[in-house]
């Protein structure tokens, strides 16, 4: 149940994300969900991709600040409410929420989550009968 | 704590410089006689030995450099006969002519008192076994090191430097007590013991005497935890004695310098004005008991600062800090002096970070900025913006109190910053004068 997101160090400089799609793309290394976290000099930028493992070895070997990072990723229907529920789970055990992100298959929508304690998180969100997506079948979205 | 020579080492500072003052007199006298560089330049600045009467008129006498040294190449700063030289040693001359030195029977007794001064700070005695891993020969360490060693009655293992598994193999088998050699070299033997499976509880060792290369508090970390041994940090040059200028105690907060015959005096590199206690500068040593090769005003090129309050060990001699880096490196942001490698130590304290930096120093609207690119460390790269955030103020307040400048602190992917063949470049200066 655990996602392995690709996490990357981008300088803030021109050129610098298209330079990741690139290299990723040469590899035929597909890319299901993106995301950037940015500050004025920095930014991350965060993937969930067909093979993160060779995704990371082939940035690295391109010199870029690479990292797998455990995620979990939920499969609930595109209601906002949906979303709540997900997140009170988690704010009720205290289990605090890094940064989240979404995106929507239709009907259906797919939540990326980082939080403080994976383990929990997971076994919480099973209890209360949420669809958790496995890594196998996200990476094939 | 022992103390090997009580009656100078503790002197009364009042005292202390009478004995300077003296000694001074002495040495100036005897270069304006004997060396005739001297007597040009002390006749150039309209000086006479009796212009010099106390240490507070040493200001008044010109400096000497490393490059006097090399244009008297190799024995025209001698002040005596070479039939009174009984040593000469010389420099490895990487950035030049090499620089030549030479001892007269008394300065290698002042050397050998010196050094024994170092070795007793660092706790040693005559009970020690000192495994020395300095080089012997034109190279002042392995020597220096041995006289001092045998002067206080310790044994000496002059084993000198390479063959590291030789080295390992003898501090086993003769139990030494005392390691004598490079900062780096002791990393490199503290390796050779871990791949010869050799259990700490096998060696005896308990302390080493560190010098000869600039080393950081980190250094030092790692050593007395991969050797489990006190490091002691020792100063000294050629140029002045060798080692034994100046040696931490076992209370390491700072290194005495051994003033009765090594006189210390902190300059602005830039003004050449002597700086008042505290500050940071250029350390300058008039050598005030050596026949050989006097030496007046000489400058080291290393930063440090001093303090002449009385140390908890007892002694009165001045203390330097450890060295801070090389004068021929300074830059001055809003008038303030600033050294690289200050910026360097503050980065090698953090573990989050390795020291690849750039220094970019530029002048908008009159005012000097300065920048700092820093690459973020793979190891420590988590994907958290908070923790980026929170590790770049953190390398800025470090920066900002250690040097009392205002710095703009960049985070930068691993190796964007260039990386040349040997010395690598740290500093842009983009402002033009």
Redesign the interface.
Same mark, same amino acid.
Request: aromatic residues 6%.
């Given at each position: 149940m655990i996602i392995h997101q690709l996490s990357v160090f981008l300088e803030n400089k021109s050129g610098r994300l298209t330079e990741v799609l690139e290299t990723l793309g040469s590899e035929n290394i597909r890319i299901t969900a993106l995301s950037v976290a940015d500050t004025s000099e920095f930014g991350i930028l965060r993937m969930i991709v067909s093979d993160p493992v060779r995704a990371k070895e082939v940035l690295k070997s391109r010199s870029f600040t690479v990292n797998l990072t455990e995620v979990i990723s939920i499969m609930a229907p595109s209601e906002a409410k949906y979303y709540a529920k997900v997140l009170k789970i988690l704010s009720d055990l205290d289990n605090s929420i890094e940064y989240t992100y979404a995106f929507s298959l239709g009907e259906k929508s797919v939540i990326i989550l980082r939080c403080s304690n994976t383990e929990e998180a997971i076994r919480a969100l099973k209890e209360h009968e949420l669809e958790l997506i496995k890594a196998s079948d996200l990476y094939k979205l | 704590m022992e103390i090997w020579n009580r009656h100078f080492e503790c002197m009364d500072r009042e005292e202390l410089k009478g004995v300077q003052s003296e000694r001074l007199r002495e040495t100036v006298e005897r270069v304006y006689f004997n060396v005739p560089y001297y007597r040009n330049k002390m006749q150039e600045a309209g000086l006479g030995p009796e212009s010099i009467q106390t240490t507070d008129d040493l200001h008044k006498l010109p400096f000497t450099t490393k490059q006097d040294l090399r244009d008297n190449y190799p024995f025209g700063l001698f002040a005596v006969p070479m039939s009174e030289i009984v040593r000469v040693h010389a420099s490895s001359g990487t950035t030049g002519k090499s620089t030549v030195v030479g001892y007269t029977r008394n300065d290698i007794a002042t050397w050998s008192e010196v050094m024994a001064r170092t070795l007793t700070c660092a706790g040693a005695n005559r009970h020690d076994f000192i495994h020395v891993a300095y080089g012997y020969g034109l190279f002042t360490g392995g020597l220096g090191l041995h006289y001092g060693g045998e002067k206080i009655g310790a044994s000496v293992i002059p084993v000198s430097g390479g063959n590291t598994f030789r080295q390992v193999q003898l501090l086993v088998d003769f139990g030494s007590t005392m390691l004598a050699c490079t900062p780096s070299y002791a990393l490199f033997i503290a390796e050779a013991l871990e791949e010869a499976h050799i259990r700490r509880d096998d060696l005896k060792l308990r302390v080493g005497v560190f010098g000869a290369e600039p080393w950081t508090e980190n250094m030092r970390r790692e050593i007395e935890e991969k050797l489990r041994i006190k490091a002691i940090d020792i100063y000294g040059l050629s140029e002045v004695i060798g080692p034994g200028v100046a040696s931490e105690c076992l209370v390491q907060e700072g290194l005495h310098i051994s003033e009765d015959h090594f006189y210390p005096e902190i300059i602005d590199p830039v003004t050449l004005e002597v700086l008042p206690e505290g500050k940071t500068g250029e350390l300058v040593f008039t050598t005030i008991t050596k026949e050989g090769l006097p030496l007046i005003r000489y400058r080291t090129r290393d930063l440090t600062r001093l303090r002449y309050d009385k140390c908890r060990c007892g002694r009165t001699m001045v203390r330097m800090e450890k060295c801070l880096g090389r004068s021929d490196d300074m830059l001055i942001i809003r008038g303030v002096n600033l050294f690289p490698s200050q910026v360097e130590s503050v980065l090698l304290e953090m573990s989050e970070i390795k020291p690849h930096y750039l220094l970019i120093v530029d002048r908008v609207n009159n005012l000097d900025t300065l920048e700092l690119k820093v690459e *973020?460390d %793979?190891e420590f790269?988590?994907?958290?913006?908070s923790q !980026? %955030?929170g590790l $770049?103020q953190k390398i800025q307040t470090n920066l900002e109190s250690t040097l009392g400048l205002g710095i703009k602190v960049? !985070? *930068? %992917?691993? $190796?964007?910053l260039e990386r040349s063949e040997g010395k690598a470049k740290r500093v842009i200066d983009k402002r033009k004068f």
């Open positions: - | *973020v %793979e790269f988590q994907d958290k913006i !980026l %955030e $770049r960049n !985070l *930068v %992917e691993p $190796r964007t």
